[in-house]
């Protein structure tokens, strides 16, 4: 069992920035993937960015550029550096960790973005 717990969300204005924190229960280095999704109100769950345990990484097309996604393995924390924050941003963000024979989820974090 992987405990994900996400923080670090919040209200923020257009063009601020955010820093989430995804805090594992398990060392992340033995987990082959940690993302973030997110999900607005009556829309369905998306992917934000992913990082491999090789420290590859992929991004959504409306986050490139702005969003960077990171990892501690000395402190078992995946992080998201959110950057020129936008409206459309507004979600819950969900910590994911995925490995073969498992995918757990955190409770997720609100970020609201005003404009």
């Known amino acids: 069992q992987v405990q994900l717990v996400e923080s670090g969300g919040g209200l923020v204005q257009a063009g601020g920035s955010l820093r989430l924190s995804c805090a594992s229960s398990?060392?992340?280095?033995?987990?082959?993937?940690m993302g973030w999704y997110r999900q607005a109100p009556g829309k369905q769950r998306n992917l934000v960015a992913t990082i491999t345990s090789g420290g590859s990484t992929n991004y959504a097309d409306s986050v490139k550029g702005r969003f960077t996604i990171s990892r501690d393995n000395a402190k078992n924390t995946v992080y998201l550096e959110m950057n020129s924050l936008k409206p459309e941003d507004t979600a819950v963000y969900y910590c994911n960790a995925h490995s073969v024979g498992y995918d757990f989820w955190g409770q997720g974090t609100q970020v609201t973005v005003s404009s």
């Open positions: 398990v060392r992340i280095f033995s987990i082959n993937t």
